[in-house]
């Protein structure tokens, strides 16, 4: 079992940037494809950025791509999401997410263990 934490999260001005960490327990998850998700009220849970296992490869969503980072450090058993020029349309509850594999899915539906999830507004 992996236990997931986000913390981060918060209240910021439009194109303000904020944070996010996710802290893993129960095992490692070096190997582990770890992914953020969004949703906001009314909407589906959506994929914002991914991190394959060992490989560091990452992956996001267009609408966040080139304004949000995603890393992991391995050694903390943490990942990571650098959150830049946000803007009203972020403002979501953001989830950290861990795969049971190596390889990166965009699929909530794929990722086998959730955190509770922090709120992010952004306001214009």
């Known amino acids: 079992q992996v236990q997931l934490v986000e913390s981060g999260g918060g209240l910021v001005q439009a194109g303000g940037s904020l944070r996010l960490s996710c802290a893993a327990s129960g095992r490692t998850v070096s190997r582990n494809a770890m992914g953020w998700f969004r949703q906001a009220p009314g909407k589906e849970r959506e994929f914002v950025a991914a991190?394959?296992?060992?490989?560091?490869?990452?992956y996001y969503a267009n609408s966040v791509k080139g304004r949000f980072t995603i890393s992991r450090d391995n050694a903390k058993n943490t990942v990571h999401l650098q959150m830049n020029s946000l803007k009203p349309e972020d403002t979501a509850i953001y989830y950290c997410?861990?795969?049971?594999?190596?390889?990166?899915?965009?699929?909530?539906?794929?990722?086998?263990?959730w955190g509770q999830g922090t709120q992010v507004t952004v306001s214009s």
């Open positions: 997410a861990a795969r049971g594999t190596v390889r990166v899915s965009y699929g909530a539906h794929e990722y086998d263990f």
């Open positions: 991190i394959v296992g060992s490989a560091g490869i990452t």
